[in-house]
């Protein structure tokens, strides 16, 4: 029998990946996690998840640390690296693959074109290979069997969500034909270890939440709290992002871009604090934090 862990009572985390600096949509999110964790008295993480040694960057995981450091962020404990567990990843998917939750893929690219996309325009599984089992063939992708699951959760930012797996994401990958193990494996695996009770992060990963709670009851884990902020899109209208090559926040200008994702987040902060001490904009900030007043767009520019 699994022997059920002591959960604290708030601890929540930041997890980046070394794909490139951080921007300023990455300290929205920061900010927003932070401040959740530091006015319930709880633990805030630090965890860089380069579990896809593909798209590291060299020096990026020193870059982001020292600029969290530089915007007076304090996390609790040593920073978290994904590529120093791999064998949890492994058990994890090896106990899936015992309880029969887990089947081989070999659907090709041109095959997935032929699928059904869903709103962000990725294409959902069609359960092709599900009689297939576990063969151990080379070249397959793993997948997990969502058979015909409806999850539901309440999210503190957007209320009550559902997602239909089979409809929304049909049969996702565990493990990837490469052999590296899936960023939806890995977080929920993670986020249990580290015994994650609330995740603050952007909305774009609010799609990803309804699978991660699929894998972590299948996996007896137990679900944390969720709450999602909105995005900051660039002037084209798309999410600033590593891959749309957002530009890294600018050194030397900690204090106005801390009120400025304060600002995003609905926060209001006095225009003098953008020339105040970095630990003076977190004095006020701890002071008048309330996520009431997040705004419930999903994605806005900003300015």
């Avoid at 932070?34 to 870059?63: H, N, Y």
């Avoid at 309804?210 to 894998?215: D, T, V, W």
């Avoid at 884990?221 to 749309?244: C, D, E, I, T, W």
Wanted: proline fraction near 6%.
């Amino acid at each position: 029998m699994k022997q059920e862990k002591i959960r604290i009572r708030y601890c929540g985390r930041f997890a980046p990946s070394p794909s490139g600096p951080l921007h300023f949509g990455s300290i929205v999110t920061a900010v927003g996690s932070f401040l959740e964790a530091c006015t319930q008295g709880g633990k805030w993480l630090v965890r860089i998840e380069d579990v896809d040694v593909t798209r590291i960057r060299p020096g990026m995981d020193s870059l982001i640390l020292r600029t969290l450091e530089n915007h007076g962020f304090v996390w609790t404990g040593e920073v978290v690296y994904q590529h120093c567990r791999i064998e949890a990843y492994r058990a994890a998917l090896d106990d899936l693959c015992a309880r029969k939750h887990v089947y081989e893929c070999l659907c090709s690219r041109k095959e997935m074109g032929l699928w059904p996309v869903n709103s962000e325009g990725e294409p959902v599984y069609p359960g092709i290979c599900r009689h297939k089992g576990l063969n151990s063939a080379a070249g397959s992708t793993r997948r997990l069997n969502v058979q015909d699951a409806v999850i539901s959760f309440c999210d503190a930012t957007y209320g009550i969500q559902v997602s239909e797996l089979a409809r929304e994401a049909g049969d996702f990958v565990l493990q990837r034909k490469d052999g590296l193990y899936a960023y939806q494996l890995a977080v929920v695996v993670d986020d249990d270890w580290q015994q994650i009770t609330h995740v603050v992060r952007g909305s774009d990963l609010l799609t990803s939440t309804g699978r991660q709670i699929f894998l972590q009851k299948a996996l007896d884990f137990p679900v944390p709290a969720y709450r999602h902020l909105p995005v900051v899109l660039n002037s084209f209208g798309k999410k600033l992002s590593k891959q749309n090559l957002a530009q890294p926040v600018e050194p030397k200008r900690e204090s106005q871009t801390l009120c400025r994702a304060l600002s995003f987040l609905g926060q209001d902060p006095p225009d003098e604090l953008g020339r105040a001490r970095v630990e003076d904009v977190w004095t006020w900030a701890r002071s008048n934090w309330n996520p009431s007043r997040i705004p419930l767009y999903k994605q806005a520019r900003f300015p």
